[in-house]
């Protein structure tokens, strides 16, 4: 099954997509921490990529989609996955149809208010490790500062400040948003309340999923 997770900056798609694996095994396939990697890394992608994330545009479409690509092709995906921040734009929404995948595609849009993504970046903090999220308030580490699955320092992420999530959101609402029209289209896009809380949030999800895994249509029994 191939899950797609839509949604703004800070709507819950790592957070969402981490239930997911947790509840049915599906990997988290997010190309932002394809491209943090290549970052931290400091590989020639993650160079120019660098630029573009710190100004809150998109990365070019095919630096991306060859990230995507290497990242499908591992053992891991071959029964499912969720996609968390592809497709983005609708040149990238043709060129996953155009890869050809088997089984079925089930799309999440996360809707959240600005007010809220806002509020929940300021309080974010991640693992530059293993890239673990957490929220001050909603869901802090157990030791201050310190991820609880790798115990790594936690960071802000570098495009968490005030003006490049203004500036993610107007990249959001202009190029991602209208990509939900066309999933609905198509009949498979289901509009989840975001603003709800993290468990509310992943139970919508899984209220979806749970028959379809359950019917054979991908992935591990439900846990
Ligand atoms: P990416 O890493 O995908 O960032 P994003 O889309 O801006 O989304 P975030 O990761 O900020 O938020 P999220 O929705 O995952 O929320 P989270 O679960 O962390 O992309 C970064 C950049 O990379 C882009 O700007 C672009 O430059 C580039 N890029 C990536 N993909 C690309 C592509 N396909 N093409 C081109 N460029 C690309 O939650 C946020 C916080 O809220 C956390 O603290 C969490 O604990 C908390 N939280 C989550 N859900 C809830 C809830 N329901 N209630 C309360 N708190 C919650
Ligand atoms: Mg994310």
Redesign the pocket.
Known sequence: MRIILL??????????AEGLRRAYGFPKV????L??EAVREKTPLGLV?AS??GK??????AT?LALLRERLSRADCRDGYVL??????LS?ADSLDGLGLAGPEVVFD?RVSDETVLE??A????CPGCEA???LL??PPKRAGLCDVCGAALVQ?A??TPEVIRE?LK??HAKTEPLAARYAARGNLHLID?????P??IAAVRAVLDPLVAAGTGGEAPR
């Open positions: 949604g703004a900056p800070g709507s819950g798609k790592g957070t969402v997010s190309t932002g921490d491209l943090r990529a573009q994330m809150g545009g998109l990365v070019d479409d991306v968390d921040g592809f497709p983005r734009n990238q996360l929940r970046l309080r974010r903090r991640t999220i957490y929220h909603d869901k992420r495009d968490d993610r990249t959001y975001g603003d709800a809380a993290a509310a949030v």
